[in-house]
């Protein structure tokens, strides 16, 4: 019997997560299909909405080092990565911290109000906030705002007795370059991707027979991607004229 489980919009204060993923580009066509399944043998997310209650808009705002670290991978900043993000129009914004090592991904993140996004400017950390931690690790780090990525996701939930099961379809990614610590509106812009559609699957232990059995017929095979790096490259905020740097096509980048 499927069960509630909670969503990445979570209403905590404070969380930290450990899961594996894999990442999958698929047609529109197989994502549409992938979709229809998904609603039929998965639960929709508690926080969804839409005719189908499974879907709502993630907008995310990435950070970077001058010298784009994160992006090139450089020591340990290839292993994690910070944002901060919003689900749909929440005036509550979390700051998240992804952290990858061969196996597992970590995420920590903290509830705040936008209007305390202004504390992360400062020049020295002020107080405890929830957001104290987040800012201590800009400030060590020397990281800055450098884009913003929205999209739209449909999200499934599937309860397992080897924990909970999370799959995702995002679509319509748009990115502009971000120079300030805020959310700002997106206005129309053109897809970063134009006919590929970002499925994802999260789990604790294993994948349940249902999803194998999903991917087998579909013959689906997990990629490494990223919408930061896309985005980057898009964006011409990198330079990849060096040939040295590992590729930054959508198919060969980390998440």
């Not at 909670?6 to 992938?34: C, D, M, T, W, Y």
């Not at 996004?117 to 400062?122: D, M």
């Not at 987040?134 to 939930?157: D, E, F």
């Not at 129309?188 to 194998?212: G, S």
Request: hydrophobic share 40%; net charge positive; with cysteine.
């Amino acid at each position: 019997m499927l069960q509630a489980l909670p969503s990445s919009p979570s209403i905590g204060r404070e969380n930290r997560e450990s899961a594996s993923e894999l990442k999958f580009l698929v047609s529109r066509p197989v994502a549409e299909q992938v979709r229809a399944w998904s609603r039929t043998n998965l639960m929709p997310d508690p926080h969804g909405s839409g005719e189908a209650t499974d879907a709502y808009r993630i907008t995310s705002l990435y950070f970077d080092t001058e010298q784009f670290d994160v992006f090139h991978r450089r020591g340990s900043f290839g292993r994690s990565k910070f944002r901060i993000r919003r689900y749909g129009d929440d005036e509550n914004l979390f700051l998240e911290r992804k952290l990858r090592t061969a196996q597992m991904l970590t995420k920590r993140r903290s509830l705040v109000a936008a209007a305390q996004l202004a504390l992360l400017t400062r020049p020295q950390t002020n107080g405890p906030w929830d957001g104290a931690w987040y800012h201590r690790r800009l400030l060590l780090r020397q990281l800055k705002p450098v884009c913003q990525i929205s999209y739209h996701r449909t999200a499934r939930l599937l309860m397992t007795e080897a924990g909970p099961v999370r799959l995702t379809l995002d679509e319509n990614i748009q990115a502009l370059p971000a120079e300030k610590i805020e959310i700002c509106s997106m206005t129309a812009r053109e897809p970063l991707l134009k006919d590929e559609i970002v499925m994802e699957v999260k789990f604790r232990r294993e994948l349940p027979l249902a999803i194998k059995v999903l991917l087998e017929n579909f013959a689906l095979l997990p990629t490494k991607f990223s919408k930061y790096r896309l985005a980057a490259v898009k964006l011409g905020l990198v330079d990849t004229s060096d040939q040295s740097n590992q590729s930054t096509s959508p198919a060969k980048t980390d998440a």
